[in-house]
């Protein structure tokens, strides 16, 4: 096995200490979340924007950026490892900046920074899809419920391998009805779901998110532990072509995808919280609940657009996996498709272990030139988003 010089493991623990400081979606959590929800839907007083607060930064930003600038990244000797910590100290250096700047119009401009926007034809398609497809969710589960579905499916991966460490709680002190914190998977108290949702939820957050996060910390390179530059969009693509390739992709759950992606667009066209919420009710058909939801997920902080991503890069995954490419390398930790090279030439010099844990579905889906439905989508230059989002891989 190659080694690796000290530089990288200093600048490694600089970076994941860092980064655990952060904690992005916890710092991006209003406080008053249910109480603007609550005065919000009174349609008394609709017109009225939610007024988020938040709590104070746990970490100190200067500290945080006299960390980056005095990690040893140039001592780095490997070519390949010094870009790619290079990437990521930029990418921490913006989330800082985006963070301090929660509550203000440089909040947006930072998440753009770091997250872009969904692409015309993108949007054009997300509306499309909401107009032509329906769905009633019987939200039936309650956040116990679901965690005890969670564990069950984390379960199957126990019996596979013997130190598959994975944790679901419900917490009281969440915006979002879920998410995952490195191998923990958190559940908002007092949530409902659906069955179809929470089987969906399931194989997003284990199958992605556990996964790969187990992988990267069996890395001598902790980088691949908290993920490169651009690695939630990967994180969350990867996240969607999990649900498709266990079947799981519902027609309320397309419908979810489509909504983030037309919210994300209207906010960053200048939309304000109360018209993006009409957009999606009256103009859409979804319930006021959910359609707050979204609304919350995508102005919380005063503009955040990540929640796009959970499409932007699942046509590349999938051609990836079609083609016979190696789905080891995209699960060996939290990558990004751009980098799949340098991960390749990572693993051949034996700096990148292989998977230690690997999804269950890569025993059950037809390599993609063997299934016929997804060759005629592969030959189209484009996929559009519900042709995506409706493909049988098995």
Same mark, same amino acid.
């Given at each position: 096995m190659a080694d690796i010089d000290e530089a990288v493991n200093q600048v490694d623990e600089t970076l994941v200490e860092l980064s655990s400081k952060m904690r992005l979606f916890y710092h991006v959590a209003p406080l008053n979340a249910a109480r603007e929800a609550s005065r919000f839907l009174d349609r008394r007083q609709s017109k009225r924007q939610p007024r988020f607060e938040y709590g104070p930064l746990e970490f100190s930003a200067p500290d945080a950026r006299r960390h980056l600038e005095h990690a040893p990244f140039d001592e780095i000797g490997d070519d390949v490892l010094r870009d790619l910590y290079e990437d990521k100290?930029?990418?921490?250096? @913006?989330t800082v900046s985006m963070l301090e700047a929660r509550g203000n119009s440089h909040f947006l401009d930072r998440s753009l920074d770091l997250f872009g926007r969904p692409p015309a034809a993108m949007v054009e398609e997300a509306e499309d899809l909401l107009t032509r497809t329906s769905w009633e969710e019987d939200r039936?589960?309650?956040?116990?419920?679901?965690r005890e579905l969670l564990e069950e499916h984390a379960e199957t991966y126990r019996r596979r391998y013997r130190d598959f460490d994975c944790e679901v709680v419900v917490d009281g002190a969440m915006s979002a009805k879920?998410?995952?914190?490195?191998?923990?998977?958190h559940l908002k108290e007092g949530s409902r779901f659906s069955r179809e949702a929470a089987l969906s939820d399931a194989v997003h957050e284990i199958d992605a998110h556990v996964l790969t996060f187990l992988n990267g910390r069996r890395q001598r390179c902790r980088l691949f532990e908290i !993920?490169?530059?651009?690695?939630?969009?990967? @994180?969350?693509?990867? !996240?969607?072509?999990?649900?498709?390739?266990?079947?799981?992709?519902?027609?309320?759950?397309m419908i979810a995808l489509a909504a983030r992606v037309v919210a994300v667009a209207a906010m960053v066209d !200048?939309?304000?919280f109360s018209e993006v919420f009409e957009a999606?009710?009256?103009?859409?058909?979804?319930?006021?609940?959910?359609?707050?939801?979204?609304?919350l997920r995508v102005f919380r902080g005063g503009g955040f657009t990540k929640d796009w991503l959970y499409v932007s890069q699942l046509e590349r995954i999938l051609r990836h996996w079609a083609s016979g490419g190696n789905m080891e390398h995209l699960l060996l930790g939290k990558i990004t498709m751009d980098i799949l090279d340098?991960?390749?030439?990572?693993?051949?010099? !034996?700096?990148?272990?292989?998977?230690?844990?690997?999804p269950q579905y890569l025993d059950r889906i037809a390599r993609g030139r063997d299934n016929e439905p997804v060759q005629r989508?592969? @030959?189209?230059?484009?996929?559009?988003?519900?042709?995506?989002?409706?493909?049988?891989?098995?």
């Open positions: 100290r930029w990418e921490l250096d @913006q039936i589960l309650e956040a116990e419920e679901v879920m998410y995952v914190h490195e191998n923990r998977i !993920g490169p530059r651009g690695t939630l969009a990967y @994180q969350e693509s990867l !996240g969607v072509f999990s649900e498709i390739a266990n079947g799981l992709m519902f027609p309320g759950r !200048g939309a304000e999606l009710t009256t103009g859409h058909g979804l319930d006021e609940d959910e359609a707050f939801l979204i609304c340098g991960v390749e030439d990572l693993s051949a010099r !034996g700096i990148l272990r292989r998977a230690g844990y690997l989508a592969l @030959q189209r230059e484009r996929i559009p988003l519900r042709d995506l989002l409706s493909l049988n891989l098995h």
